[in-house]
């Protein structure tokens, strides 16, 4: 049964050299419980896409569908995970997750169920040690737990996570995505991931949807994860079909669509854009390293 | 070799222990004494050196009022209108007593009879000007802190309200106080009719003249502040669907209290510095009077006092700031952020 259905979005967004049309022909289906991952170089419209199904952004063409409705404007069933957390700073990990459970739960639950319902939540993504601490006196890690958090705690239909690993080291990242394939596994979300990391890409989806370089980017391939789950780090560094499907993503991305060069994109924010570009890059160049035997390699080097 | 050894060793140890004692008493090394030292001795020299300066400056004027006072005749000076004050609140003290005794004597008469308490009609002291002055700064601020607030997070919050406002705000906020008060006197005087007024009219004049001088910062820092809240945050709020007003408590005024407080503090100048002024021209009650009457009383005394009143409206602007900095820090959520 289709979840979420994106058909024919594409969006144009003003700038001053007249509208820059980002996506063209979108199409995309997601079925409820699917997790699903979106790949592309910095730029092609990830983020955007993630907007749209979240509402912030209108499409100028098409439209989102999920459960049957329209999506016109952002709403708690669709909960995003911001890149950079994005919690209120001034307010600790508890009161973060209240003010989104208070929002959500206002009419539904008690006060004493909320305080439960909030508690339990930070408890599945391990911060029960921290409740009471702000923002800025917990790590990266832990703000970005705190992010995922108040997002599950909203219930929602479907999970919008862009990037949310993006910022942290590898330990901490490989830990996050374990608690995320597990609370996954239990609560059978339905997400979209946006990554960088191709390894999290196969590890964490169901399918990858791997998108096209913009401008009027669109969707390219869309590649399904055939692994059954739960599944271990550790024991699928030497499968063959996983190191096939890394082998597919890495591929797609180095050899049927090359990095565009920096500022031909009509970048909004060219400062921000080459400042993650630049951060982006080591991280595409350590998968390099990793797949040694893959005939993309050469080629890859070259573009990254 | 081996004894070599050891004695580095020992002594290695000794500077361990040495040091640990040191971290155990926290004995104040060289190096934060001289910061001390620094911190207290170079303010101490600037306003040695001032005095000094001042004072002989003050030798060499003239005026015709006689010689520019120094520091040595306001110091003396202050001593006056301190002894003054006192003077004058003695004598009400017996003014009040008078009556008393006279109206007891009344009813023992006859008691029936009708008694009244007559208010003291003394000329104003310095110490009365002072509470005059600082009563009606902090009734103006109060007053454009409430307006300057709400609407500077409407117009922060709303494009087209900062739109339609922002040539208004930008055109009032350099006129002087000078311009208002002829304006603000008129129509007090014109609206502010009653028998039996709850403040005079000159409080009332002074304190809307402070009032509409002092009140652009705080709006515009405010409307500035809540208007560069980070995308993420308002997305946060679009995403949780966030009533209007969860929006201002939660996140806008959070978001907007360095800003907000930035203004404020502006404001506070603003409103003191017009006030003086004020006074001044209106002959309102204040230290702007105070300083007005002694310029045209004209004794040998007036100059020192007027410098006495220099320095006090000084102090208090300054010990005003430091108000609203302490507040600042007492309310504002980032207590690393440095307060200057
Ligand atoms: N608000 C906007 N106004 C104008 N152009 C925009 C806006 N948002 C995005 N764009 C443009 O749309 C394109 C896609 O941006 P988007 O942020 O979706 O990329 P992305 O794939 O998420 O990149 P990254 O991986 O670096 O986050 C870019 O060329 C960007 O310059
Ligand atoms: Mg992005």
Redesign the interface.
């Known amino acids: 049964m289709t979840h979420l259905e994106l058909t024919g979005v594409a969006i144009d967004f003003p700038t001053s050299r007249g509208p820059f049309r980002a996506l063209d022909g979108v199409n995309l289906k997601i079925n409820q419980g699917e997790f699903v991952s979106l790949i592309g170089h910095s730029g092609c419209g990830k983020s955007t896409v993630l907007n749209l199904v979240a509402g912030l952004y209108e499409a100028t063409e098409g439209g989102v569908v999920l459960e049957g409705k329209e999506v016109r404007e952002p709403g708690p069933e669709r909960a995003v995970v911001f890149q950079n957390h994005s919690l209120l700073p001034w307010l600790s990990a508890y009161e973060n997750v209240e003010l989104a459970v208070k929002q959500v739960f206002r009419n539904t639950k008690s006060r004493a169920e909320m305080k439960e319902w909030i508690e339990h939540n930070l408890e599945l993504v391990h911060m029960s040690h921290a409740l009471h601490k702000r923002p800025d006196e917990i790590s990266g890690g832990m703000k970005q737990r705190v992010g995922i958090a108040r997002a599950l705690a909203m219930q929602p239909k479907i999970l919008l996570m862009d990037e949310p690993f993006g910022a942290l080291d590898a330990l901490t990242r490989a830990h996050l995505q374990d608690s995320l394939m597990e609370i996954q596994a239990r609560l059978n979300n339905t997400v979209i991931m946006i990554t960088h990391d191709v390894d999290e890409a196969v590890l964490l989806s169901d399918r990858i949807v791997m998108m096209t370089n913009g401008p009027a980017a669109t969707v390219g391939e869309i590649l399904d994860i055939d692994l059954e789950r739960p599944r271990n780090r550790i024991e699928l560094a030497d499968d063959v079909r996983y190191n096939h499907y890394r082998h597919e993503v890495l591929s797609f991305l180095y050899e049927k669509q090359h990095k565009p060069v920096e500022g031909d994109s009509q970048s909004a924010a060219p400062a921000q854009k080459a400042a993650k570009t630049a951060a982006d890059a080591p991280q595409l160049a350590q998968d390099m390293h990793i797949v040694k035997s893959t005939p993309g390699e050469t080629t890859a080097s070259t573009a990254a | 070799m081996s004894t070599l050894s050891t004695a580095s060793t020992e002594s290695t140890k000794n500077k361990l222990t040495l040091g640990r004692l040191q971290l155990a008493l926290r004995t104040p090394s060289a190096d934060t004494v001289s910061r001390i030292a620094r911190a207290l001795m170079l303010p101490l020299i600037g306003l040695l050196v001032f005095l000094f300066a001042w004072h002989i400056a003050a030798r060499n004027i003239d005026t015709s009022l006689g010689q520019f006072p120094g520091p040595a005749q306001v110091y003396e000076q202050t001593f006056g209108l301190i002894a003054d004050h006192n003077r004058e609140r003695g004598r009400e003290a017996a003014f009040m007593e008078r009556q008393e005794k006279r109206n007891a004597a009344i009813l023992a008469k006859d008691p029936g009879a009708e008694v009244r308490m007559r208010d003291y009609t003394g000329k104003p002291t310095f110490i009365d000007q002072i509470g005059t002055s600082l009563i009606t700064v902090l009734a103006g601020f109060a007053l454009a802190t409430l307006i300057a607030i709400p609407l500077g997070i409407l117009i922060g919050l709303n494009g087209t309200l900062y739109a339609a406002l922002n040539p208004l705000i930008q055109l009032f906020k350099p006129v002087s106080p000078l311009a208002w008060l002829p304006l603000v006197t008129m129509v007090v005087s014109a609206l502010y009719v009653s028998d039996e007024p709850m403040f005079a009219k000159s409080f009332i004049t002074s304190l809307i003249t402070v009032s509409l001088c002092s009140l652009w910062p705080t709006l515009i820092n405010t409307a500035v502040g809540v208007s560069s809240i980070s995308q ?2 308002k ?2 709020s ?5 009533p209007f007003m ?1 929006h201002v408590i ?2 806008a005024i ?2 907007s209290i360095p800003a907000m407080f930035t203004g404020l503090r502006l404001s506070l100048g603003i409103a003191w510095m017009v006030l003086i002024a004020a006074e001044m021209l209106a002959q309102n009650p204040g230290l702007g009077k105070f300083v007005w009457d002694e310029f045209q009383n004209g004794s040998s005394d007036s100059l020192g006092r007027i410098m006495v009143a220099v320095l006090v409206i000084g102090i208090i602007g300054f010990m005003l700031d430091r108000a609203m900095q302490l507040l600042q820090s007492r309310i504002s ?2 207590k ?1 952020a440095v307060v200057r």
């Open positions: 993420d945050l997305n946060v679009k995403v949780l669907r966030l969860t939660k996140i959070p978001a959520w980032d690393n």
